[in-house]
Every structure is written in C-alpha cells, then in structure tokens.
C-alpha cells in the first residue's frame, strides 16, 4: 500500500470515497484527515499484530507503565516519520492538492495530561518501541483532557477540552477485553481448613473497557501499546436508579483530575485510580498467566512501573488478586509483589503527596482497604524489630496513620526501586523529603534523570535543525542520539555556525507570524526570544521574570536613550482552574504586556507576548524559535524539568537556576555555555529552616525592587484593580516564600550577561551549537536504557 507513490494515491482516493460518501472534491479536511489515519493505522497494524505474536511467544520480559497521565500531543506526523512514509505521503499527498501539513492541523492534541509527568510518560513510549523493549503504557481515556484555555481581556477561561468530538483515529476498542471493577460492597470472609478466604458483595460493577493505541518505533517493525481504559456501565440492576448509575459510572473517565476540593470529587479521583490499576493488573496476570503458567516467578517476567503514587494501588491490588483469585499466600505474594513494582516519584512539595482520608477510602475499596491496613501491621511491626520504642520515627513511616492512607508510604514499601528524576531531586528524597525511608531501605534509592525523545523534539518539530544537522553528520543520531557530539566539531566552521543561524531566523519567523496572527502583536525575528513555558507555578516563578520586564521598562523610561538589546518575552502556561494566585501571575503578564507593548519610551525594544492555551503541539512550534529558555525556578523546587532539555536541544542557551535537570545541563556544557543565578538549593533550604530571609530587606534596600512592588498597587499598570495586592502580600507580608526578590539582582545581572553574550553572534552560535552537541544524553532513549538496565532487568540492552 506504501510502497510506491501510485499505490498509495489510488488507495487513499478509493478509501477516502467509500468511508465518506463523499466525491473527492466534496470532501473535508477532517474526512481527508480521518482516511489518512486509518490507512496508516491499518498499514500499522500488520506489525502490531506480528510485535504482540512475538511478544506471547518469545516471552520475553514485559515492561507495563502506569500512569494516570500521558501527554501525547499529536501523533499523525509521530507515525509518518516513525514508520518513515512521511514524504512518500506528503508527496502523494500532495499531487492530489492536498498540504499535508493541513492535515497535521486537523488533529487534535490527546491532552491526558497536566504536564512534566504526562509528557515523560509519552515520551517514554516513543523511546521504548523505538529501542524495541517490550514497554506498554496502561492509562485512561479522559472524555475530556485537559482544558482548554481562552484569556478574556487578560483573565484565564477554562473551557472543556473536546479531543474525542470528531472520533480519534489512533484508537481501536476491544470490547471483548473488557474488565469488571467492584466498588462500594462489603467484604464476607469464610475459613475453610484453616484458612480465610474474602468475598466481596453487594458490589457496584463497573465495566473498563479498553482502547488501544498502537506506539510504533521508530525506524523499526516494533509496535507496543498504549492501552486507554474507557469506564461504562456493566449491567442495569432493577430496583436501581438506573440514570445514576450511568452518570456515576461515566463520570469515572469523564475528566482528568476532577476537581476535589469537596469529598464527592475525591471520591471520583480515588476511583479513577483503582480503576485504572485494578483493570491493568488483572490483565497483566491474566496475559502472563497464558504465556507462563506459574506465579511465583511473575517478577523475572514482568516488571511493572508506577508513575507517581497515582497508580500506587496497583500494589495492593496485585496483592488481592494474587490472595484471593489464584490462593498465593500472603508472604509469597508480598515476595512477588515487592520485586514486580518499582516507583518514581515527581515532587517533594507536600501539596502534591497524595494522602486519602480513610473514612474516604475503606468504604469505596474494602477489600483494598484490609490488604493496605495488613500491609501497615506488618510494616511497622518490622520497624518495630529494627528500631525498638522508636515510636516517632515509625509513626513517621506508617502507611495509615491519624486517619490518612499515605500513598508514598505505599509506594516505598512495596516496590522495589525507588527512583527520583534527576540527581539533586533524588538526593533531597535521601537526605530530607524520604530520609527515614532511605535510612531503612538504602538499596531501594536510584537516581534517573529524565530526558525528552530527540525525534519528536527535534527530528520532527525542527525541520531547518534537523536537516542541518543530517547534512553534517547524517542521520546516525537518530537511532543512537550520543552522536549528537560529532557537532563539535563544526564549532569553528563559520558556513556552517551561518547555517545554524539561517535554521533559527526560519523558526523565529514563523513564530512571529503566528504570534502577529494569534495575538497581532508585530515582533522583530531579529530580536531576543526569551521564552518561558510551562505550568503556572509560584515555585516556577513566572513572577521573577514578569518582574524584571517591568524593571526593564522603568529603565527605558528613565533613560529612553539606554543601550537595551531588543526582547520579545513570551509565555505559555495554564493555571489549575482552582489556583487563585497563580491565575493572578497570568492577568499580571497580560497587565505588564499592556503597559510596555506600545509605550514610545520603549520603543519596540520590549515586547511580551503571552500565548493562549499552551499544549505540546504549540510546544513544537515555540521552542525550536528560542534563543533564550528560561529555567528559573527557586533552588530545591523543581525535581528535574524537561522543559529545560528540549530548549537545550534546539539550540537555546538556558538562564536558570542551579535546580533540577538544570545542574545537569550545566555539567553538560560548562558554566560558559549557560546562565546560572540564584541562590543554590542547599542556600534555599538553609534559610527556609532558620528563617534568616527577610524579603521586605530587599524591598527598602533595592529602589529598584522598591519601585516595581509599588506599581503593583499604585495603579501604574493597566486594568490593576486590586488584583496585584496579592502577590505584593506575597512577596513582602507574607515574606516571599520562593525567594522572588532575594533572586532579583542575580537574575538582572545574569540577564545582562545573555544581552551581551547576544550581541556577538558568532560566540553566541558557538555557544548554542555546543548545547545542540551535548543534548544527546538529554534524550529519553539514555533515560529508558538506565531504567530497563538498573530496574526493570531487561537484557539486551547496552547503555550508550
Ligand atoms: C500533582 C497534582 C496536585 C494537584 C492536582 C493535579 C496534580 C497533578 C499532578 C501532580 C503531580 C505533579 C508531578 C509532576 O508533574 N512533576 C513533574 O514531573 C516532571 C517529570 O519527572 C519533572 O520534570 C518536573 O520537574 C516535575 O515538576
């Protein structure tokens, strides 16, 4: 069907007929896209089908990811240039007038996700099946991804997200693979020859159904797969209320994280997590169970890894199954348990430690509840043995303890691995977050530091770059990125740093025409594009740098003749619906934008630019136009970024901090090659603990500080109201929590260094040419050799 140009015409028009109704010219671009996607999802499908044979009966060791997010984005482009059909199709295509790029822009991004943790699950897909392990993502088909933003005259609207309106071509359902998921009930127990056996009754069924979404490799015949499991009613009861079945059934995969502030909304969360695990694990066992046959060696043939504590009740879960569906008893269950899972932990901020109140949980999962509570017993009991009337500290590991189940607890002491995401995140669960933990389980502790698929990242959103870079040293380092490094060696070759600037100005302009387009902002391409995207966080500090814009501007109004550099500033970030504070950092960006945009004294030297709705897919198109990536985090708070790696590796230098993955990148390319600023984590935490920091020190010492705080409430800025008096609380009553102003002098100094290192373009090449050259180990394929070497323990694998 693809293998020539004709074929492939003959059968996209013919198929394109028959599944609209349609004669060609009267057909849509969704028609003409949705074709395309299940030609090529046929076309896919012979070596899905033939990668699960081999998988059955090879038996290989198999990796299953849960995560309750993956942040795929789109996947048409993904697939033709993973199967290596993109311009065999784009020419065909074409020679039926159609763009394909039209087409790419039809697809909506799968959104099943919030950030970091969504995106590094899907990266992690692509570099499985690309590295050809046997590595599947278990997850749930959300009706609705995550919102969509829409700013209102500089407020954030939240409108739901829509991605399954016109179908999504990428899936199949396989009802016939359906689970059934008790809720609610109550445990009967029976003892029969001296042993106790459960049933659980009265229980509300629900049906999980899944779809799956083939992951093809790239370059490969490998396709894994990526199984969304669709929550529906399982069977009506009479004398129920029928209507609310349905709803409360549906509601389970209705959004992602529904919102919980009240119980009603946490009860739903907790039942997206038991139903996403409780239907992987049974279809887990069940699928090892055909190809093995005996339980008590699962964990030398599967491994399996939650992402986060979100899915952690796999953990009890597997124990049920294990006990009460195949008899285990509970030491050798424990056994197989404990070696089969291996955990991966986010965050250290405590907001983001997921805890459920028992009185919430036992009656939702009883069963699950009495495994949990059994797992604690026994726990503490071994803490007891190991620290004798050390009541404090075994209070402080308990996995129930003052009414909460702590999912972390559970996650520790069930698994195996216990990872953190970059090397200082993983130092401060050791040393601080989870240090009794680590006293007790040393060996369980392993750093692996996230990375990003160079193919989507840069292959596939980077065209200019990518040819670039195949020009100079082929296309090797799309199979093995370390050999990104042969760049360096064109570091001294003007052609080619011209070259590299050539590919830039290219994305820089094409940025500049969506942004004239979306936002009708004019921007200079050949200006600074200073770039921060990401979630709207306090501990991200937005803050600092819309901050330092405003300084910016008081400078040119008092010196309009200064010598500053021309900046475009833009943002991209959503605010959680319910984030009050950090919706308040978006109407100030808008404000600032307001205020310096057109003001004569700037003359178009600032300008600042905030990008609705941020997503992957507009993540493709900003990062390969950025000169600058900023990475600005307080010290301690951000567990890795990946952010901060795929700016690096199209080519922007980073001015951070020395925080996360970050310090990573500064080992990677030498302090001359980034700007770091800022207090170091150790200095963050210091004085968090003794309270040496005073903000308003800095508010009366600093004119500067001084004046920007002030314009916060004197009405200097555009449409203020009273909606600034909050963050000016933050920063000074309530004494400025992430070190905004304590980091402010460090940040413009460091800012001054990136205006002048901009101004020697061929240095600054250089510079940027040396981060491109050292991203290699920043790809997801380094990441997932690490974990299928270290912890999921599957051959075959060499670390590059
Ligand atoms: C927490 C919450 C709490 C409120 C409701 C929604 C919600 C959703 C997720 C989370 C946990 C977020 C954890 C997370 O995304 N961490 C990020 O993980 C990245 C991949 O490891 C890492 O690069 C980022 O530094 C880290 O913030």
New binding site residues.
Partial sequence: MFSSQEEFKEAYLKKLEMTSGKAFPDTTLQDRYDTLGQLIREYISMNWIQTNEQYRYQKQKQVYYLSIEFLLGRLLRQNLMNLGIYELVEEGLGDLGIDLKDMEDVEQDAALG????GR?AACFLDSMASMDLPGHGYGIRYKHGLFEQKIVNGYQMELPEQWLRHGYVWEVRKPDLMMQIPFWGRIESSEKDGVTSFRHVDAEIVAAVPYDLPVVGYGTTTVNTLRLWNAEPYAYKAGRDMMKYKRDTEAITEFL?PDDTQDEGKVLRLKQQYFLVSASIRTILESYLSRHGDLTNLHEHVAIHIN?THPVLAIPEMMRVLIDEYGMDWDSAWGVTTKTFAYTN??TLS??LERWLVRIFQPLLPRIYMIIDEINERFCRDLWDAYPGEWGRIEGMAIIAHGEVKMAHLAIAGSHSVNG?AKIHTNILKEREMNLFYQYFPGKFNSKT?GITHRRWLLNSNPPLASLIQSAIGDAWIKDPSRLSELESFTADSAFLENLHKAKQLNKKRLADRILQTNGIVVDPDSIFDIQIKRLHAYKRQLLNILHILHLFNRCQENPDADIPSRTFIFGAKA?PGYYYAKKIIKLIHSVADLVNDHPAVKGRIKVVFLENYRVSLAEEIIPAADVSQQISTASK?????GNMKFMMNGALTLGTLD?ANIEIQEQVGDENIFIFGLRAEEVMKQQQDGSYYSMEYYHHDERIKKMLDQLIDGSLPDAGDHFETIYDSLLAENDEFFVLRDFDSYAKAHERVASAYRDQESWLRMSLINIARSGYFSSDRTIAEYAREIWRIGGVGLR
């Fill in positions: 919030n950030g970091g943790l590094l994280y986060d986010h965050t907001e983001a995401v996230n959680s951000e567990a890795s970024g990946t996360g």
